[in-house]
């Protein structure tokens, strides 16, 4: 059976209890008043609300819209990055002018032409083992918009350690996830997934593509389970990971549960403190390795320096941008088709921008073969010597 909502604590509920709605709100968020479930009590809750959004890119955007038009008071967005051109396709609160400029700064701009009443909390930051615990203490409900795993657990855990929901979301091509988490109310993200995937087996977006609308779709998701949170009404995701199939258009929902053995709220958890894990879709480390630069690799080529390129990537990325002169392996391939690559010259290998490279590199390396990781990858090479390539 779908639980309902626990209520937040006793703070949220003092802090809804001094506010009143005046006309121009009453008139403002008139279809929310008209609920039974929510009224004016409700939405004096929403008002008195402190919600975190960490990630102002595919998924943050939505939420961040669509919470800051519900009326939620305080908003925190975190973010450390700015807005590049390979942004606009989802990430629905910038515009082309915003290419270069803080992704907070201009989020806040969209966000308070919506809302001005809307108080907003900018950290141009990245979530880490010094910053996320007081992150998360400072607010009632945290939503996770990022694509790095090393973050996702890191927030997560601090959340479970903090007794504060987690409202996770995930996209991957076509494909998303979203739930709640918030023990011990119900189980914890590691219950779910209890340590991260292979490098290998999770490629970010940047790496796998994603389709544009998805994130719009995951995102109001979690957006509409951090307002029943807040409100304490209806079924929220707590014991369940809804799944989506976006090119089917299919939603699954599979049961989730507490395990008593998990690392972080089981009965006998060993993990006490928010670390970083050190590994995730778009971090690593990637294996150590021989390595070219771009310089280098130009310097070879100016010369006539006898060497193979390798292109390691997808034949989708390859149609892109590529190297000229370079062969396509993709690295679903590297290893059966490492007999095919000369043995008598360095090999270097390029990717998008290494860490894949570094992996195949090791691979062939261990086959025999001379084989050496284009630092920087293909984005490298685009800045130092190629700048017509296009960058995605």
């Avoid at 284009?374 to 130092?384: F, P, Q, R, S, T």
Wanted: glycine residues 8%.
């Amino acid at each position: 059976m779908p639980v309902a909502p626990p209520p937040l604590d006793e703070t949220l509920r003092a802090r809804a209890e001094g506010i009143v709605l005046d006309d121009a709100a009453k008139s403002r968020f008139s279809r929310h008043l008209l609920l039974p479930e929510v009224g004016v009590v409700g939405q004096a809750r929403l008002s008195a609300s402190r919600v975190l959004v960490v990630g102002a890119g595919g998924l943050g955007c939505p939420i961040a819209l669509y919470l800051a038009a519900a009326g939620v008071g305080t908003l925190g967005l975190v973010d450390a990055d700015v807005v590049d051109t390979t942004n606009l396709q989802r990430q629905v609160l910038y515009v082309d002018a915003d290419r270069g400029r803080s992704k907070v700064v201009c989020a806040s701009e969209r966000l308070r032409a919506l809302a001005p009443s809307l108080v907003l909390d900018l950290h141009d930051a990245r979530v880490d083992a010094g910053n996320v615990r007081a992150l998360v203490d400072a607010y009632d409900v945290i939503v996770d918009g990022t694509d790095s795993f090393d973050t996702r657990y890191l927030l997560s855990d601090a959340c479970a350690l903090a007794h504060k929901p987690y409202v996770y979301g995930a996209i991957h091509r076509f494909d998303g996830q979203a739930a709640v988490f918030y023990p011990p109310h119900g189980p914890c993200y590691r219950c779910l997934f209890p340590t991260p995937p292979a490098p290998e087996d999770a490629p970010s977006c940047a790496e796998a593509g994603v389709l544009g609308v998805l994130p719009g779709l995951v995102g109001t998701i979690q957006a509409t389970e951090t307002l029943k949170l807040l409100l304490g009404r209806g079924h929220v995701l707590l014991d369940r990971l809804l799944v989506i199939d976006a090119l089917a258009m299919r939603f699954l929902e599979l049961r989730v549960e507490r395990n008593p053995a998990c690392a972080l709220c089981g009965d006998a958890a060993t993990i006490t403190e928010a670390r970083p894990i050190g590994a995730g879709c778009d971090s690593g480390p990637p294996p150590s390795v021989p390595r070219v630069d771009a310089r280098q690799l130009h310097a070879w080529r100016m010369e006539g320096t006898p060497h193979g390129l390798v292109d390691v990537r997808t034949p989708n990325e390859a149609a892109i941008a590529s190297i000229s002169g370079s062969t396509n392996i993709p690295m679903a391939e590297v290893d059966a088709r490492a007999h095919d690559l000369p043995r008598d010259r360095p090999i270097v290998v390029y990717c998008k921008s290494g860490a894949r490279s570094a992996r195949a590199t090791r691979w062939l390396r261990d086959r025999g073969l001379d084989a050496r990781s284009l630092d920087g990858g293909i984005l490298a090479w685009i800045d130092a010597f190629d700048p017509q390539l296009p960058r995605y």
